[in-house]
């Protein structure tokens, strides 16, 4: 009787020992195991028109590709409304749920999430700078479980565009959320090719939509020739709450992408961010699929940019944009 109880025991450690073994093998998500069926949780930073569209890109891409809500994709989607906390819960969330993956809309979200979860993979949207906000260890190999599309925009064609709309412009004032990195990046880079332009650039910053009207007025007092908008989630929110204050004063908009003209900046060389958020959808695919893994993913970018501009803004400053401007532009009346 002793040695059968004995036996009994060695037989079921080993047979707890081999469920053990099982578990432990279980493949960690972004593994490269293929999912026919996904959880994806989507976090936006804020609301408006360019996160909007990005987020909707990134959908469409997935029905698109045979991932239908309510079939074989149940999305859980949230807006944190530019509040850290809010972030934080909503990461937490996601990784409480054991979400497939995660779609993050902005940088503040991207490194919200990251700090969240090393295995769930991440997929990035209107994020200028992966690197520089810690995301990822290089843009060709990122290294982490983060990957995704980079919203940097082409500032160098951006400031030809403002010359040729502007020959005699000779000083930029640029308004912006200091504490985001994106647009501490974009300021920066702008500084560097105005310098090679002969461009002055006179600065002011903001931390709400509140403090917008103040620090426009102040430009404008400066008698800055133009101001330029970098893709800023503080300003996008509320563009015609300063060109409500630069149109009084004559001075014009060059934003820094398309929902920014649409809303009222008089032109741009710029994202098209539905279609930043569609090609972020084709890397989740790719991902849920099993074709390949975040971390092995390079950083891709948008490559086919469209000029916009502002009929009514033009009419408004009384400015004539130049024939080589309008041709082949996306016009908003």
């Known amino acids: 009787m ?24 279980k493949q960690e998500a972004g593994s490269g195991a293929k999912k026919d069926k996904a959880k994806i ?42 509040d850290q906390s809010n972030l934080q819960t909503i990461a937490q969330r996601f990784v409480n749920n054991k979400v497939d993956l995660i779609y993050a809309i902005a940088t503040p979200s991207a490194q919200t999430v990251a700090n969240a979860t090393k295995t769930i993979p991440i997929v990035g949207s209107a994020i200028t700078d992966y690197k520089e906000a810690k995301l990822i260890k290089d843009p060709n190999k990122p290294g ?11 500032i160098d064609r951006q400031v030809e565009l403002l010359q040729t709309i502007f020959p005699k412009a000779k000083t930029v004032g640029v308004i912006y959320n200091s504490s985001e990195v994106n647009s501490q990046i974009q300021v920066n880079l702008l500084k ?14 903001v931390s709400s939509v509140n403090d917008i009207q103040q620090a426009a007025q102040g430009l404008t007092a400066q008698k800055v020739d133009v101001v330029y908008v970098p893709t800023d989630n503080v300003l996008a929110s509320a563009i015609p709450v300063l060109v409500k204050v630069t149109n009084e004063a004559r001075i014009p908009v060059i934003a820094a ?10 032109a741009t060389i710029g994202i098209d961010y539905y ?14 699929r099993g074709e390949a893994k975040p971390q092995d993913m390079p950083i891709e970018t948008q490559k086919d940019m469209k000029t916009y501009v502002n009929e009514a803004s033009a009419k408004a400053l009384g400015v004539t944009i130049p024939e080589s401007v309008l041709k082949g532009a996306e016009i908003t009346k």
């Open 144 to 154: 982490t479980n983060v990957t995704g599309t980079t919203d940097m925009n082409p």
């Open 257 to 266: 992408e398309a929902g920014e003209v649409q809303k009222g900046a008089l």
């Open 2 to 25: 002793e040695k059968f109880k004995k036996a009994f025991v060695v037989m079921m450690a080993l047979v707890l020992g081999a469920a053990a073994g099982c578990g432990g093998n």
């Open 192 to 205: 560097k090719i105005a310098e090679k332009k002969g461009l002055a650039v006179k600065e002011a910053t």
């Open 41 to 82: 949780g989507v976090v936006q930073l804020v609301q408006h028109s360019a996160l909007d569209a990005a987020n909707k890109g990134f959908i469409d891409a997935l029905e698109a590709n045979g991932y239908k809500t309510g079939k074989n994709l149940e999305v859980d989607q949230q807006n944190a409304q530019a």
């Open 275 to 288: 279609k930043l958020g569609y090609q972020s959808g084709l890397m989740a695919v790719k991902i849920l």
